[in-house]
């Protein structure tokens, strides 16, 4: 099946800083998602981005769907920002398999 | 905006006993999911639903789990024989199709 590797595992930033987060994916996707899970469990729905670039206030997202991998930008960090993201594809069949995430630490 | 609700928000339940899941997915999506995550690792794939029937499962939905929509609203994941490494966050999911899946909050389950 498809592998979705995700890079880095860890990252520790303070507060207002800007970060890239980084999604390599083994073949060829129809859907692309990135989810921000908070530390109650919920998983939050960021982006649908097959490919393209997309933005949503300090976030953004684009997706190199030729060189399969896609990437997170976030802009001046808040301690809200907080958590695991999770990037997860659809290759040639409905389900989605993700990523084994990454988890950021926003120091105030 | 229309949200994927699952209840119960939290279960414990002890090893042996059976377990019901319920989710209401989004009303016009056509597609349903369920996910599980063990603690600290990475969401898995259990299985998906269309048209009245499982489309595809993974190795670990075996046979203790099955699914089921007994209404026009409703979709739940039975845990026939609950085990210890049953526990996780169980997330359902729905989409109308080719479009991005809506995940619920999660029902954390606890196995003693």
């Known amino acids: 099946g498809i592998q979705v590797e995700q890079s880095p595992p860890d990252l520790i930033l303070q507060e207002g800083a800007n970060s890239t987060l980084r999604c390599n994916f083994s073949?060829?996707?129809?859907?692309l998602q990135w989810f921000h899970q908070n530390p109650w469990g919920q998983l939050i729905n960021l982006f649908y981005?097959?490919?393209g670039t997309k933005q949503n206030g300090r976030l953004s997202a684009t997706t190199v769907a030729t060189e399969r991998y896609s990437l997170l930008y976030i802009s001046s960090s808040q301690t809200t920002d907080s958590g695991v993201y999770f990037c997860a594809v659809v290759g040639g069949n409905e389900k989605l398999t993700f990523g084994t995430g990454t988890r950021l630490t926003i120091i105030p | 905006e229309p949200e994927v609700t699952q209840t119960p928000s939290h279960q414990v339940t002890q090893m042996g006993q059976e377990v019901i899941l319920r989710c209401v997915p989004i009303s016009n999506h056509l597609y349903f999911y369920w996910y599980r995550q063990i603690l600290g690792q990475k969401v898995e794939f259990l299985v998906s639903?269309?048209?009245?029937?499982?489309?595809?499962k993974s190795e670990i939905f075996d046979d203790q789990f099955s699914v089921e929509r007994p209404d026009g609203s409703n979709f739940t994941l039975k845990i026939r024989s609950t085990k210890l490494e049953d526990s996780a966050m169980y997330f359902c999911?729905?989409?109308?199709?080719?479009?991005?899946?809506?995940f619920g909050d999660g029902t954390r389950l606890s196995i003693l």
């Open positions: 981005i097959p490919s």
């Open positions: 999911a729905s989409s109308p199709g080719d479009q991005p899946q809506h």
């Open positions: 639903f269309y048209n009245n029937e499982i489309s595809e």
């Open positions: 073949d060829s996707v129809n859907n």
